[in-house]
């Protein structure tokens, strides 16, 4: 009777910690640019080795410009970050996947596209969103930097065990209802907070007939509801993801994968510490209008008036519409908008690209809307080009940029300027996440490139049926 998560959470442990924590052992460790600097200082600094660096893959994404990488990075901040990562990979003997290198990326889009990340693995990063990773059905979760340190050192580390949670959606998602809008929707249900202390196993019809892209969409926003991490039982639609990818089992070795990894599931009687059932046709598109992720909206509904908000919550509630601009009661739809952004791990994948050049196929880009197109990996862009998406976006007037976080944050050149509205496909809307003074309302592919080619914020569906 027990959980995926315990399986793969006891399958790890080194050992109990009397009225401590468990020292968990951890199969992959990724690290970028951002968060690893000072681990490795702390390890010269006490003359330490990695314990198992073929366990450790090395990518700069967040402080990556998306465009002209092959040139020195302008921001001298940015570049000695990304220059370190460099530095410090060499030095330890770990794999570095440096800018313009084929396999350069946003990280957690890397990972499950190379077969990096496998079924059964612990995999930790310095970074909230390496939940995306569980999609494989691993237990995938942010770190610390000393804890980066301690993963550098040992190949273990020192956790608490979360609670399980099960989270279970079924039906039939509706018309131009993606995997976001799934996250979206559980995240105003649940809030930022609703998940706190649980690892969430994401269960029922909707999860198994997501595909692979909307399945790491939808691990990647566990933390947004304050989860530890949000992982999918691996199936079919995991092996066939992941055969024939580069670091993926072969021959004999694969069969053998596949048959351990197919007892990777819940049992029948298995016991969680929380269960929440939701029903497909409650979802529709959805976009955000406050400033963390749990304050969102189906799209063709009103922002809730002030009597609807909880008395603790009210204060926080007028701050936020006051911030993005918006009052109580308003429809957003119509709303113009100045910047598009398709990218980040949350939503810079094939399908993601795919979705998006479904909508504006046809159409032309909106004057006045800036549009970011940003590949999760230069994987990505060669699927783009390779199926002939970059034509299609060309002749409505995007253009395709280089890979990296891009405008999901603002610690590289593609910020929006203060009080200008982005439609973002990225996973945080808080007060000046893209920018200073930048208003971000967060959506999926499609209602991204809806309002792209309308200008103004637009419900997908309408123009499907153009």
Sequence with gaps: MNTLFDKIWDKHVVQMISDGPTQLY???????????????????????????????????????????????????????????????????????????????????????????????????????????????????????????????????????????????INGKLGKCVSAKDVALYLMSQLSTSGATGYFVEYAGDVVRNMSMEGRLTLCNLSIEMGARGGFVAPDETTFAYLKGRE??????????????????????????????????????????????????????????????????????????????????????????????????????????????????????????????????????ERQIREEGLDVVLKEAGFDIRQPGCSACLAMNDDKIPAGKYAVSTSNRNFEGRQGPGARTILASPLVAAAAAVTGVITDPRVLDEM
């Design 26 to 168: 951890i199969d992959r460790l990724y690290c970028h640019e951002v968060t690893s600097p000072q681990a490795f200082d702390g390890m010269r600094a006490r003359g330490l080795k990695c314990f198992r660096p073929q366990q450790i893959i090395c990518m700069p994404d967040h402080n990556t410009p998306t465009h002209d990488q092959d040139k020195p990075i302008a921001d001298p901040i940015s570049k000695k970050q990304v220059d370190a990562l460099k530095k410090n990979a060499e030095d330890f003997g770990l794999t570095h996947y440096g800018m313009m290198d084929p396999s350069n990326g946003i990280i957690h889009v890397v990972g499950p596209e190379k077969g990096l990340s496998l079924p059964g693995m612990t995999i930790v990063c310095g970074d909230s969103h390496t939940s995306t990773h569980g999609a494989m059905g691993a237990v995938a979760f942010g770190i610390g930097t000393s804890e980066v340190e301690m993963v550098l050192a040992s190949q273990c580390i020192l956790q608490q065990k979360p609670k399980s949670m099960r989270i279970t």
């Design 247 to 380: 670091y993926a089992p072969k021959g004999e070795e694969w069969d053998k994968c596949v048959a351990y990894w197919k007892t990777l599931k819940s049992d029948d009687d298995a016991v969680f510490d929380k269960e929440m059932v939701f029903d497909a046709r409650d979802i529709e598109p959805r976009i955000t209008y406050g400033t963390n992720p749990g304050m969102g909206i189906g799209i063709s509904e009103c922002i809730p008036n002030l009597s609807e908000i909880e008395e603790t919550g009210k204060a926080g509630f007028k701050k936020a519409l006051d911030y993005m601009g918006f009052a109580a009661g308003q429809r957003l739809l119509g709303h113009p908008v100045d910047y598009v952004f398709l990218g980040a791990c949350t939503n810079g994948r094939i399908e993601d690209f795919r979705a998006f050049a479904s909508v504006v196929k046809g159409r032309k880009k909106a004057d006045g809307v800036v549009a970011w197109l940003v590949p999760g990996s230069w994987s990505v």
